[in-house]
């Protein structure tokens, strides 16, 4: 197994509960300290930045060293930057998506081979903002959305193969990414002119509460990595898994209001 982005979160709520499944998990970590923290018996860490050409290569030459198939790969490496889309400068549009989409992909490339021999499975990581783009999250989401044709395309290119692809959306999640993105949209919310703060007063304050909600409401990491076990372990997989009633509700909606009536809805529940 592979899972990326496995220093906290559902990354190591998933390399964690894939190793009680019995899994040997290569997991890949951004430093040495977080690597110290999930070793364990079948839990063997690897520094990697899925933007770093050369360290994605090592991964490769890794699994390929290793006479064990390659069963899985879990892609859930990510970042949020959020801002409103008129603030949002372009180099943050790029580092959203060179990590969100960009570096996924290049993960997928390497390891495709290896799958391929074995007839492993993909797990893309997604999330209810690749289905509904709330207000403020417009990087974030447009990464996810791609994401999500990305997975349509590989699960029709590969599946002929014995490839299978699969996609976990969950809704809120108590996690560290969602910290890290309140300090990113607070540095950019810093930078915003006099009259784009005023503007999106109203916007900062709603993404501050919901953001906050999600800390105090969300599911633990642990509920996703339940659902990402499923997908590895079931003999017919489904394209997709929806982990929270948010997630399962707001996926729905999108196919049975008109977009006027899911904006006042997202609003409404932003408070906006």
Do not use: C
């Amino acid at each position: 197994m592979v899972v990326t982005g496995a220093s906290t979160g559902i990354g190591r709520a998933t390399a964690q509960r894939l190793a009680t499944d019995g899994f040997h998990v290569v997991a890949g970590v951004r430093t040495e300290a977080a690597a110290a923290e999930v070793k364990a018996g079948r839990i063997e860490p690897v520094l990697l930045d899925i933007t770093d050409e050369s360290q994605v290569t090592a991964l490769a030459d890794r699994v390929r060293a290793d006479r064990r198939p390659l069963r899985a790969v879990v892609n859930n490496a990510g970042i949020a930057v959020n801002a409103p889309i008129e603030a949002l400068p372009p180099a943050e549009w790029r580092r959203q998506f060179e990590v969100s989409v960009f570096g996924q992909v290049a993960v997928i490339q390497a390891l495709m081979p290896a799958l391929l021999r074995s007839k492993g499975r993909i797990v893309n990581i997604g999330s209810t903002g690749g289905k509904v783009a709330m207000p403020g999250f417009g990087a974030y989401s447009g990464a996810k959305f791609a994401m999500e044709a990305v997975s349509d395309s590989l699960r029709r290119e590969v599946e002929p193969f014995g490839v299978t692809v699969a996609v976990i959306i969950p809704g809120a999640v108590r996690t560290k990414l969602t910290e890290r993105g309140n300090a990113t949209a607070e540095r950019l919310i810093a930078g915003m002119t006099p009259e784009q703060r005023t503007r999106y007063a109203g916007l900062t304050k709603a993404f501050r509460t919901t953001t906050e909600s999600w800390g105090t409401n969300g599911l633990d990491a642990s509920v996703v990595a339940d659902a990402v076990s499923k997908a590895i372990r079931e003999r017919r997989p489904r394209t997709r898994y929806t982990v929270g009633r948010d997630a399962a509700v707001m996926t729905r909606l999108t196919h049975l209001v008109s977009d006027r009536l899911l904006d006042r809805m997202v609003r409404r529940t932003m408070g906006l």
